[in-house]
């Protein structure tokens, strides 16, 4: 049997933080069967600084009984269509940000999505698993350590 020293175990589901927003303490789904990782957001504005696309929207953070929310702005990395695993198709702003998983930072490209219909905010992506080297184990949740904000950990920015 192959085993996989190198990677790092996360249950299907987990806290994370996304310190380049100021965000922490969401609980995360992992979705392998999902391609693109996704963030709950509304009021998305594109906007340009410097010559450079941006896009300001509000990430809701908390959960259906305990709403809260903060007005965060990132670069804009791509305008895509996505399909959902029912069928439809939606255009999503996509930003790419540091995202906290443990003690371990690395960079998640995030399609803004309105999710308040779902359990989870923030929905993890196969692509995210693959660029933080990290293996589900599906009998597990919360595996890893919640991350520490601010978070104190050297971020793996530039590596892919």
């Not at 933080?132 to 890893?144: A, D, E, F, S």
């Amino acid at each position: 049997m192959k085993t996989f020293d190198h990677l790092t175990v996360v249950g299907l589901r987990e806290w994370v933080a996304l310190p380049d927003l100021g965000v922490a303490g969401l609980r995360a789904k992992i979705d392998t069967g999902a391609s693109t990782s996704s963030l709950h957001a509304t009021e998305i504005e594109p906007f340009e600084r410097d010559g450079v696309e941006w896009v300001r929207f509000n990430a809701h953070l908390g959960t259906l009984v305990q709403l809260r929310h903060r007005r965060c702005e990132a670069p804009l990395v791509a305008i895509k269509t996505i399909k959902s695993s029912n069928g439809h198709t939606q255009v999503r702003y996509v930003i790419r940000t540091d995202l906290a998983l443990g003690d371990h930072v690395w960079q998640v490209e995030f399609t803004l999505a309105c999710r308040k219909s779902m359990r989870y905010r923030l929905l993890l992506g196969s692509k995210a698993l693959v660029d933080g080297q990290l293996v589900v184990n599906p009998g597990q949740k919360y595996v890893q350590d919640k991350p520490v904000f601010p978070v104190t950990t050297t971020s793996s920015k530039g590596a892919a």
